[in-house]
């Protein structure tokens, strides 16, 4: 109950974090393209291996007419509005599925609260969760990873080099909790390790939505 309590205070000021992030991302695309730039300087230096791969220029995305074959401010335009869409969904199915997390964190302390009689219906409860939010992760991340590159890569450390830092400590906290569940049942041993790797992986989470809303 007090984790859920939590969440209720803390939801409202994830969502503005996120809204906040929208509305910058909006401002850099109409304030850096009425810069006219060259073609060859639309495009940022540095990128992710996945944006290069399929938005760079000779991404997959130009070679099979998903996007435009040659970049112009118009096109390029267009892309970063294309951006704006999928962060959009990116911030949504976030919050979505943090809530879920939350949910899993409560069922997760009834099933392995050892006062507890064991109950097999908060355990289907609990998979199906776990399979929610892991729909709803793999979603999340499909939208960062497979969106236009930004108009500008800056090398400085801020808020936004802190979320992706972030994002792959909780990254890295779904793979092991994912593979500890899968384990339990032949080692139930385990299952305090399955709870750390939970409770670090939401923890990196809420701080990754949260660092949006500051400037470092």
């Given at each position: ?5 939590i ?127 892991n ?45 500890l ?11 305090k ?24």
């Amino acid at each position: 109950m007090k984790k859920l309590l939590i969440f209720l205070v803390m939801f409202p000021f994830m969502a503005l974090c996120q809204e906040i992030n929208t509305d910058s991302l909006l401002l850099d695309i109409t304030g850096d393209l009425s810069l006219n730039q060259e073609p060859q300087s639309l495009l940022p230096e540095r990128m992710m291996f996945t944006q290069r791969m399929l938005w760079g220029e000779n991404g997959l995305y130009r070679k099979v007419g998903i996007a435009p074959r040659v970049l112009t401010p118009e096109t390029r335009e267009h892309e970063l509005k294309i951006r704006r869409t999928m962060f959009r969904i990116h911030q949504a199915v976030g919050l979505t599925t943090a809530a879920a997390m939350v949910a899993q964190g409560f069922l997760g302390s009834r099933l392995y609260d050892d006062n507890r009689e064991y109950n097999p219906q908060v355990k289907k409860w609990h998979e199906g969760v776990a399979t929610g939010i892991n729909i709803g992760y793999a979603t999340t991340a499909l939208m960062s990873f497979t969106s236009p590159p930004p108009f500008i890569n800056r090398k400085k450390f801020d808020n936004i080099k802190l979320h992706k830092i972030l994002s792959y400590v909780h990254l890295t906290g779904m793979i092991t909790t994912n593979v500890l569940a899968g384990q339990i049942s032949n080692n139930f041993t385990l299952k305090k390790y399955h709870r750390a790797a939970a409770y670090t992986t939401f923890g990196a989470y809420a701080l990754a939505i949260a660092s949006i809303k500051f400037e470092l």
